[in-house]
């Protein structure tokens, strides 16, 4: 019995390590990010300057790490002509404290980044944003030149293909792909799934 106890006992730990790892490196759904700044967009769009747009859900738990990634990018290109703004997706029928959240606060101490609150996700929608952490680029000419995430996997933080191809186009102008997998929460959803831990089969 000992040695059955043992063997299922392995058998439920690497099956949540499993759902761990499936977990944490399922991406969400790419934008559809329109291919020039939608001119009905209420954020300005300063001339001269790149604009950076990461969409996030409050409650999601993975956009505490998309918030500090996109604090360390910022501080990156703090030399460079880039405005950013963090849309906080609300449904209009929930309570004002549904978005004060650790990530919310985080986003509004960044410095060169304006937090707006997204009421129903009119703004998220203008952009083509599905996922939490989405984020786009566009140029001062308005053009689209990057979408995606900036994590390396679900929750965590760390260098990855979107944060350098973004430093890239900024300071070069070109970059060796103009994508990359976000990692986060269905803007639509009300509640999110916790992140799973080992040992578990949670979502």
Known sequence: MLGLGALVWVAAVGFGFTSLFSYSVEAGTPASAPGRW????????????????????????????????????????????????????????????????????????????DVIVDVDGVESSRLGAATSGQVVLYDAAGRLRFAGGITPERGHIGDSAGRQRILSLVRTGAADGSDSLVFGCDLGATICPPRPHPGTSGS
Do not use: F
């Open 38 to 113: 939608p001119i009905e967009s209420r954020m300005p769009a300063p001339p001269g300057a790149y604009r950076l747009v990461m969409t996030v859900h409050p409650q999601c738990p993975c956009s505490r790490a998309s918030v500090t990634e996109l604090n360390t990018l910022m501080a990156l290109l703090r030399r460079e002509r880039v405005k950013g703004y963090v849309l906080v997706v609300k449904p209009a029928d929930v309570p004002d404290a549904w978005i004060r959240t650790e990530s919310v606060r985080a986003a509004g101490r960044i410095p060169g980044v």
